[in-house]
């Protein structure tokens, strides 16, 4: 197997992690913009004063703005109040946005360096072709040495086909993980806001 066979092969490898890693992360990421009536159908009965129900209602959600939420309203009503409260919420809102971000620095990786590789597996399927001219003194079949480039030139299309879907992928997943770590943002802060002034809901 000659260096463009090995890196095809790396390719190939490199293609089914990168589709395993949408999978995962667009199942991860799909609920991470949801729930955002519930979450205002809370704040109103929170602002109404009524409060255990506000949090039943958004502990049921499965975003990230509900978990945090719903923490955030549990805190609250236990009497946890001040800057050690922000400070807790701002903690898990960290680490809510940074498990929604995991894995997608894995999808970049694999768009930055797959192109890189195709290019490697054409340069060094290049470097075989003309050896192999220049062992046969230019008397090389015209067909066998085009037959060699062409599978040099392969590594190259089978890398962009990798990079492509991948950088594509972690665009979007990464913009959905942003959006998501804002709408956690909004939450808490809308709450806050109620908190201090019911008729803000």
């Not at 129900?53 to 236990?78: E, F, H, N, W």
């Amino acid at each position: 197997m000659g260096p463009g066979g090995i890196i095809i092969i790396v390719l190939l490898t490199l293609s089914a992690l990168s589709i395993a890693l949408i999978v995962v992360k667009t199942v991860q990421l799909m609920p991470a913009r949801s729930g955002t009536a519930r979450r205002e159908n809370a704040l109103k009965e929170w602002a109404a004063g009524n409060k255990d129900q506000a949090r039943a209602t958004v502990a049921v959600g499965k975003s990230p703005a509900d978990r945090v939420m719903s923490y955030a309203m549990k805190s609250l009503i236990d009497g946890f109040t001040g800057p050690a409260l922000h400070t807790e919420l701002l903690r898990r809102g960290n680490e809510e946005f940074a498990k929604m971000n995991s894995l997608i620095r894995v999808l970049e990786l694999i768009a930055m360096i797959s192109p890189l590789l195709g290019l490697l597996g054409t340069v060094l399927g290049m470097i075989v072709s003309f050896q192999a001219l220049e062992m046969a003194q230019g008397a090389a079949n015209a067909s066998v040495l085009a037959g060699g480039i062409w599978q040099a030139l392969l590594t190259t299309a089978v890398g962009l086909l990798v990079a492509i879907p991948a950088a594509v992928a972690a665009t979007l997943l990464s913009a959905r993980a942003e959006s998501g770590a804002q709408m956690i943002e909004n939450a808490v802060g809308r709450l806050m806001l109620v908190e201090e002034n019911p008729n803000a809901a």
